[in-house]
């Protein structure tokens, strides 16, 4: 008998645990990460780009399918998942999965959601399908990991893994809930997965929408399968498939199938508890300590963050522009500002969206602070990179002291998890001001029990319109 091919096994496995059901741990992560993604829809309300994403989606019409947060009215499942998608991602506040360095639930949750609403799916079949749509994107992102180079060769090929799998993994999570074939909506995702991460280096806003777009592919190759188009079942390993053309041939098939439907990643995967992107996490941790150890600002002379040598060109270079963000988005990938923040104190759970503005990126007792830091490599930090994110920071204080911070796990991933009241004070803080208490308690109680729901309409429909996005 043939062997089945990456794709069929990824196929089995997802019709398996959607038609048995998934572990307790599973689906309970499963819904605290609707909660968080929702939180974040909700939140980025504030950027320019959302209102211009959701603009967009206003003028394409169609079909009233399903419901995109802010947007009064239903649109195509298929522009809900978008919306949302881009929504979840903006703010560099939602989970990541180590060592793929992957965020799943920005494109799998809100494609799951529009497909759900679209078919009339109840919260149990949700549940199962975003709990496999996650799963077969972190495997797939596994599966571009080299652990002999201690990077992603999806990120090292300049590759955002993010949007790549998570249409992959989207498609999964769509599939399940229309009813078509899994591995024909792999086959027809592949070919519109994609992600450039070069704005992460030198500015621009165009990863916000990736993760919209991956949603929106997984959405729509679903419903195409659903009208009869068909893919190939090598798609994946194929001689000119997903692994050939994204990772020319380096890949390794067996994260993809090892322990498939008996080992779970979804749980293990890392919530944000700072919105900035995950390198800067635990500088901000050290920054907090200093400041617990009672050190002001104007003790500092100066400041070295040794960081994983691989995650330096992202927050740590060009020196100059980190040291002087302009602009909130660029103060969420810089090293100096994740200190200075920090050291300071702010919101949230340590550090919240209101101190990442565009304000406090210039104000200047910052900008002194972020002045006298240097980000470098360190082989602590290399040796344990990527399953962690790690900081080793050194302070010299004025008066010649020097103090160290190790902070070598990052809080919200299973070493040091965040607990059900911190999750909620996250969403509490993501929806401030745009969601009346009311409504945010309903989705917060819709969420954390959606396996148990009729559907999704009492968890979107309080969400349709928040308070700043009336007409």
């Known amino acids: 008998m043939t062997e089945p091919t990456l794709a069929q096994q990824l196929g089995e496995f997802a019709e398996k645990a959607y038609a048995d059901g ?18 974040l829809c909700v939140a980025a309300h504030r950027l320019p780009t959302s209102a211009a994403a959701l603009g967009h989606v206003r003028d394409q019409g169609g079909h009233p399918q399903a419901t995109a947060v ?6 195509t499942a298929a522009q809900a998942a978008f919306a949302n998608g881009v929504l979840a991602h903006s703010l560099d506040y939602d989970d990541t999965h180590l060592p793929s360095v992957l965020h799943p639930s920005a494109s799998v949750v809100p494609a799951a959601l529009a497909a759900a609403e679209h078919a009339g799916a109840s919260g149990a079949q949700t549940v199962r399908a975003i709990a496999v749509g996650l799963e077969v994107a972190v495997r797939l992102g596994m599966a571009g990991y080299d652990d002999d180079l201690g990077n ?15 249409a992959m993994g989207s498609a999964v999570a769509a599939s399940l809930l229309y009813g078509t074939d899994v591995v024909d909506a792999l086959g027809l995702t592949a070919s519109m997965a994609s992600g450039v991460i070069e704005a992460n280096r030198t500015g621009g806003t165009v990863k916000r929408l990736h993760c919209g777009l991956a949603a929106q592919a997984g959405v729509n190759a679903a419903q195409l399968v659903r009208r009869g188009f068909t893919g190939p079942p090598t798609v994946l390993e194929g001689r000119f498939g997903f692994f050939q053309a994204w990772l020319h041939g380096q890949f390794f098939p067996e994260a993809v199938s090892d322990g498939l439907g008996e080992e779970w990643s979804v749980p293990g995967i890392f919530f944000k508890p700072y919105p900035a992107n995950h390198f800067t996490h635990t500088t901000v941790d050290a920054g907090r300590a200093f400041r617990e150890r009672g050190i002001a600002p104007d003790q500092v002379a100066s400041v070295v963050i040794g960081v994983a040598g691989s995650t ?27 200190f200075a923040a920090g050291l300071l104190g702010g919101g949230g759970l340590g550090t919240g969206l209101d101190d990442y503005s565009d304000a406090l990126a210039q104000d200047p007792q910052r900008r002194a602070l972020m002045a006298k830091v240097d980000v470098v490599a360190d082989d602590e930090c290399n040796a344990i990179y990527p399953f962690q994110f790690p900081a080793v920071v050194t302070l010299t204080t004025t008066s010649g002291e020097t103090l160290v911070e190790k902070v070598l796990t990052n809080r919200g991933g299973p070493a040091r998890p965040l607990s059900d009241d911190e999750l909620a004070t996250k969403f509490r803080d ?28 009492d968890l979107l429909s309080p969400l349709a319109v928040p308070k700043e996005t009336h007409a």
């Open 22 to 39: 998934v572990p307790d741990d599973v689906a309970v992560s499963v819904q605290q990460r609707v909660l968080d993604v929702l939180g």
């Open 152 to 166: 992603s060769v999806f990120f090292e090929h300049g590759q955002h893994a993010t949007s790549i799998t998570g």
């Open 70 to 75: 802010g947007v009064r009215g239903r649109v």
């Open 312 to 338: 330096v060109r992202t927050i740590g270079e060009p020196i100059e522009v980190k040291r002087a963000p302009e602009t909130g988005y660029q103060a969420q990938f810089s090293g100096p500002y994740a």
């Open 430 to 457: 993501n929806v401030a001001g745009r969601l009346d208490a009311g409504a945010a308690d309903a989705v917060r109680r819709a969420a954390l029990d959606l396996r148990h729901a009729d559907g999704v309409t």
